[in-house]
């Protein structure tokens, strides 16, 4: 391979910590739980193994036990998280940090990815040995996490932690998305919650990428302050999970406010963070991708999290937990997949603001609400 100053251009293609451990992880379990087919998670498994092995030993650069990303090559991206704009991760002063970079949510999906494939090696393996290894390995993260980038004074996570391991000071959206992750303890959720519902980072149409009060603010920019809804999707998801749902549906509706406010409904991959009032509208970045994966995605998300929805197709349950505001009366979904049935489901709010279901299935399909 040419060499250019020195530095092999291409070594190995730039990889993205968040999206290799999504893939490889989160999506392989969640496959397991709706299809609990271990043929398709056999042809998986290697896979998976690899990243494992990549996220202990590529992943933590320096062998701290947190997990960072550097630029391994000269045309590689700065910065490798989902905020992967070059100047997307900044300093309270606006200037940038040195490389290599730990970002707060980077924690939270090694945590959630490394539990998730613990249940699979569990469930469809029997491997409890090794299963405990990675439940023990994510344990010591969140402890990390709670240790390294919990910030007292704003009641927030760092933004992350910078090549020298100086915090980087910045409130984002980021810390939020550990909600998502299960990866804090239960009793910082609430003063999270609450910081990010404050003015500086909930603009009425969303929670922005980064506070208002940052001079790098810039509300039409792509992340320095802009809402992208499925950033927003997955803290309202994890608010629920922490037991927050009036403010999971405060995201969930203004999700939905501000979809009415584009072409077909259709959500773009990021609008600005201006504030709203009477006479405001969401404002889609320019360039913006329309449709766009995420955004798309979070449709199903607001779905799923509004039911709290989840499948256990080894035993053909498929368990409920639905909370809806107030404006919400029933959700149908059609031809749902677990195993190899499709179901048709119907959750009803009644009139005592209980829930009830309707369950059409050929097949021995259970629903616990």
Aim: charged share 20%; with cysteine; glycine share 8%.
């Amino acid at each position: 391979t040419s060499m250019v100053n020195g530095i092999t251009p291409y070594p190995r293609r730039t990889i993205y910590l968040d999206k290799i451990i999504l893939l490889q992880f989160l999506t392989t379990a969640s496959t397991w739980d709706w299809h609990g087919d271990k043929a398709k998670i056999d042809l998986l498994k290697p896979h998976v193994d690899a990243a494992l092995a990549w996220i202990d030993r590529d992943g933590d650069i320096d062998g701290d036990g947190i997990q960072e990303y550097s630029t391994r090559s000269v045309r590689g991206y700065f910065n490798q998280g989902w905020k992967d704009d070059g100047t997307a991760i900044v300093h309270a002063d606006g200037t940038l940090p040195v490389l290599p970079i730990a970002t707060i949510e980077n924690q939270g999906i090694v945590i959630a990815a490394k539990r998730a494939w613990a249940k699979v090696l569990e469930e469809a393996y029997g491997e409890k040995l090794a299963a405990q290894k990675l439940y023990d390995q994510a344990d010591r993260l969140q402890d990390l996490v709670d240790e390294k980038f919990y910030w007292a004074d704003q009641s927030t996570y760092y933004l992350g932690l910078d090549g020298n391991k100086r915090p980087i000071e910045s409130v984002a959206s980021n810390a939020g998305q550990l909600m998502y992750y299960g990866a804090i303890y239960p009793e910082r959720s609430e003063k999270l919650i609450a910081r990010l519902f404050e003015k500086d980072m909930w603009s009425g149409w969303g929670i922005r990428t980064l506070s208002s009060d940052h001079p790098s603010y810039n509300p039409f920019s792509y992340q320095w302050g802009s809402v992208w809804p499925h950033d927003n999707v997955l803290i309202a998801a994890g608010m629920r999970n922490y037991g927050f749902d009036e403010h999971a549906h405060k995201i969930v509706e203004a999700t939905l406010d501000a979809a009415e406010c584009f072409a077909y409904h259709r959500l773009p991959e990021l609008f600005s963070g201006l504030e709203r009032d009477t006479r405001s509208f969401p404002v889609q970045y320019l360039g913006a991708n329309v449709p766009q994966a995420w955004a798309a995605g979070a449709v199903v998300q607001i779905v799923s999290t509004l039911l709290g929805l989840e499948a256990d197709a080894k035993n053909m349950i498929i368990r409920l937990r639905p909370s809806f505001p107030t404006w919400l009366k029933s959700i149908k979904m059609s031809r749902l997949a677990i195993g190899n049935e499709k179901v048709n489901l119907a959750v009803m709010r009644s009139e005592n603001n209980g829930y009830q279901y309707s369950l059409e299935s050929a097949g021995p399909v259970r629903v616990i609400l």
